[in-house]
């Protein structure tokens, strides 16, 4: 049983991929520990409000996924020591190793207004991992350049400054990895896209899921068949089903093949419902209770700053800090 660390970053509400490539992945095993990334969300510009509602949404999320037991749940900017070792992994991070990571290049490269967190967020993201001395962090494909980051960083530092850091490894799910957008499903589904009619969200309810997977983009001919460079719109809402109902790729399209799209939608529709519905529940009463949610945060925060603490104290001490 390996320990764990991922996060999340409250910039909307989360969508079916964070959940597919994610957070089901995410393990309530003792000693991982699972954040709600509230200073990342901070890289790109933000209502204070609505971070606030986020923030608790998201957390209620983790909570509900029963990663507060066993495991712990905590937000980010409740532990001080990620900014802390944040700045000296900044001073250890190379510019030109953060130029290189493609999500700065889609978000921020050639923006002038970019703020400099969306460049060296990737810092911090290593700071979050490597404070926890953990041995996996799962997450979706669009964040393995990141973690392979954070092991750059971690030997390089352990090269200057002796063996302080564990080097973690990504997981990334086979089937699953990275959920198209359903209107475009050339382009990954995110929270922040504009088109709500590009992803599911958690909090949708039952009839805007099925409507979402009944207009979503599918791909000419009218055959179903797991192909995801020439059908990757039908190949996208097979990989959903087969992740969510268990049932393999292939045993699905078998099933649907000549019956036509929108016999094939239907059931999907149907998987996804039935799979986040409870989900949404619990998430709901949870809402319900804010003060039990806080309570439960508490509970983390102390669990990570008992981890980071001497974690930090350890780093300061390697690089000179008196
Ligand atoms: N489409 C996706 N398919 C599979 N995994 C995904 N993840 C995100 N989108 C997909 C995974 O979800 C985890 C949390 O993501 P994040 O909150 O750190 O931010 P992100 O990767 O930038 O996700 P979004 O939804 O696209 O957010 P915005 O719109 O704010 O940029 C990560 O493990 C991620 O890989």
């Avoid at 989360?14 to 095993?29: E, F, K, S, V």
Wanted: glycine share 8%; with cysteine.
């Amino acid at each position: 049983m390996a320990k764990a660390f991922s996060g999340i970053q409250p910039t909307g509400q989360i969508q079916l991929g964070n959940y597919i490539g994610a957070l089901r992945n995410w393990r309530p095993d003792p000693g991982s520990f699972y954040c709600v990334v509230d200073l990342h969300s901070l890289s790109q510009p933000w209502d204070p409000k609505e971070l606030q509602e986020n923030t608790r949404s998201t957390a209620a999320l983790l909570l509900a996924l029963g990663l507060g037991q066993g495991s712990h749940v905590f937000l980010q900017s409740h532990v001080q020591e990620h900014a802390e070792l944040a700045w000296i992994l900044n001073c250890i991070g190379r510019m030109g190793e953060l130029g290189r990571m493609t999500q700065f290049k889609s978000k921020g490269r050639g923006h002038q207004d970019a703020s400099v967190g969306l460049f060296t967020y990737p810092l911090l993201m290593a700071s979050d991992i490597l404070l926890y001395r953990v041995e996996e962090v799962p997450v979706g494909e669009d964040q393995k350049q990141h973690v392979e980051l954070t092991r750059d960083i971690a030997e390089r530092f352990n090269s200057r400054f002796g063996p302080v850091f564990t080097v973690p490894e990504p997981r990334i799910a086979e089937v699953g990895g990275r959920v198209m957008s359903l209107r475009n499903p050339l382009e990954k589904m995110s929270k922040s896209d504009p088109d709500p009619n590009s992803k599911i969200l958690l909090s949708d309810s039952d009839e805007v899921i099925a409507k979402k997977i009944m207009t979503a983009v599918t791909d000419s001919g009218r055959e179903v068949a797991y192909d995801p460079k020439e059908k990757p719109g039908v190949s996208n809402l097979l990989e959903i089903a087969s992740t969510l109902s268990g049932e393999s790729v292939e045993a699905l399209a078998a099933r649907y093949r000549d019956g036509g799209y929108g016999a094939f939608k239907r059931g999907v529709a149907e998987v996804v419902v039935e799979a986040l519905r409870p989900l949404r529940e619990k998430v709901e009463a949870l809402l319900a209770d804010p003060e039990e949610i806080d309570r439960q945060l508490e509970i983390g925060r102390a669990a990570a700053e008992r981890e980071a603490r001497p974690m930090l104290a350890e780093v300061r001490e390697a690089v000179g800090l008196l």
